[in-house]
């Protein structure tokens, strides 16, 4: 409770901290030197150095998420509960994972092959740049990997049909429809999920992704060492 408050809990029953009395106990509340981000913070162990400068920032985020999810579920795997809530997080992180996978792939892709695009990557549609990833890929390394692709495609087209625009596992309902201005529960069409199994589809995935872009990386770095070489201001020997 607030001694400094006129009202009291009981006389005002409408008062947030009121809520102390039927919880049983102090509810920790936003206080005046609270500050979400702190400088020169001695607890190392918690304390996040951002934007590494020995990391690709594309990498970084990509990583991340996926590595979020995967501990959500060991932890979930270990016995913890909270599974029919911590569900959603994890679907959504393991989404935004293969988003930035596969939009990373098609901008290293646009690099190594020389274009540039008027397309920012700024939509959600998984479903859409992978179509684009994929084909970027086959013309990259003709012949390579095709029914693995195919498994990739089936799997992202199957994530879709769900969540469609990374909308479904971070809200309970749909925007409003423009005409009705009415709301529709999301994910209608799925009751059940197993997270564990969803952890080891998505490592497979992750590890066609992984290659595909250490294969790229191989190429650009030729590809740079090439330029280099051959660069008209080179001093000649």
């Known amino acids: 409770m607030h001694d ?7 006389g005002n029953p409408h008062r947030l901290d009121s809520l102390e009395s039927l919880l049983g ?11 979400l981000v702190t400088r020169g913070d001695p607890d190392w162990h918690n304390s996040v150095m951002l934007h590494p400068r020995w990391s690709e920032p594309w990498s970084v985020y990509t990583d991340g998420y996926r590595e979020a999810a995967d501990i959500i579920v060991a932890r979930i795997n270990e016995g913890h509960r909270q599974q029919d809530s911590l569900v959603y997080p994890v679907m959504f992180l393991y989404r935004q994972y293969l988003e930035l996978a596969i939009k990373n792939l098609i901008r290293k892709s646009w690099k190594l092959l020389g274009r540039d695009s008027t397309d920012d990557l700024g939509l959600h549609d998984i479903k859409k740049y992978w179509g684009m990833c994929r084909a970027l890929l086959e013309e990259i390394s003709p012949g390579e990997s095709t029914a693995e692709l195919g498994h990739v495609e089936r799997l992202v087209d199957e994530f879709c049909q769900h969540d469609p625009n990374s909308f479904a ?5 749909s925007k409003p429809d423009g005409k009705t201005g009415v709301s529709q529960p999301t994910l209608q069409n799925l009751d059940q999920i197993n997270l564990r199994n969803v952890h080891d589809v998505i490592a497979n995935v992750a590890g066609l ?24 201001d080179r001093e000649s020997w």
């Open 209 to 232: 992704l992984s290659g595909a872009d250490m294969q790229i990386d191989s190429y650009l770095d030729t590809q740079a060492d090439m330029e280099a070489e051959y660069r008209p």
């Open 4 to 10: 400094n408050e006129d009202n009291t809990a009981e």
């Open 169 to 173: 596992f971070r809200y309970p309902e």
């Open 25 to 35: 106990g102090p509810l920790p509340w936003p206080k005046a030197e609270d500050r």
